[in-house]
């Protein structure tokens, strides 16, 4: 605003004084014609002090201005109020949603020896199937976050007699998505020993799914009691 009042004095101290004058002075209105109130303003009060202009009628179109920018301000604070009124009750409305719908989002991170286990997430869903997922974190209800990797001890034994020696070891932590707090987190560890390292994985980690599976069910059915 400061700069738009010294640019607009600039151009009508260039201005010869009595001529030009009434030419800007149209052009104020113009602007307010447009409603472009606060940059009118600004205007009419550089033709009240640099111009041979009736002083009073500035001062009615100034008035003018102020009213108009002060309805302006009323007009956008009761927009702005009505639009968060309509985002807060469009919020309640999908937490409510989500609450009944009772969805629930999985996330898994799981890796082999060598490469990502991407089966661990079709598997852990298939243990559940008495409830209704959701792919989108934002429309659950509860939040199941499943991170697992495979590891490999080896042993003079295990390695004399050919067997791999495979652990996964796993963390399960379970949000409620409404309210954000962490109501369920566990450590997981599971073993097999086979020759086929690749079975010897697989086998481990149906071992954990199973267990934390189980878990998952027991503990959200009782949270939607």
Known sequence: MKRIFIILSLILLSMP????????????KKLYKNSRYEEAKEGFTLCRVYAELNNSDMDVWIAKCDKAIAVKKEQAKIEAQRIAAARKIAFEEHQKQRREKNLIYISTNARTLTADYSSMHSAIKGNMQQFHFSDKEIDAR????????????????????????????????????????????????????????????????????????????????????
Request: net charge negative; aromatic share 14%.
């Open 17 to 28: 004084m009595f001529a030009d004058g009434f030419q800007y002075f149209d052009h104020c």
């Open 142 to 225: 509860w939040g199941v976050y499943i991170t697992a990797n495979a590891r490999e001890q080896i042993s003079p034994f295990t390695e004399s007699q050919g067997f791999h020696n495979i652990y996964v070891d796993g963390v399960v932590k379970i949000i409620d998505l409404l309210s954000g707090e962490i109501f369920f987190e566990k450590e997981y560890s599971s073993k097999f020993n086979q020759t086929n390292i690749s079975i010897a994985v697989r086998k481990a980690y149906d071992k954990i799914v199973d267990e934390m599976s189980s878990d998952i069910v027991v503990k959200i059915d009782a949270s939607s009691l």
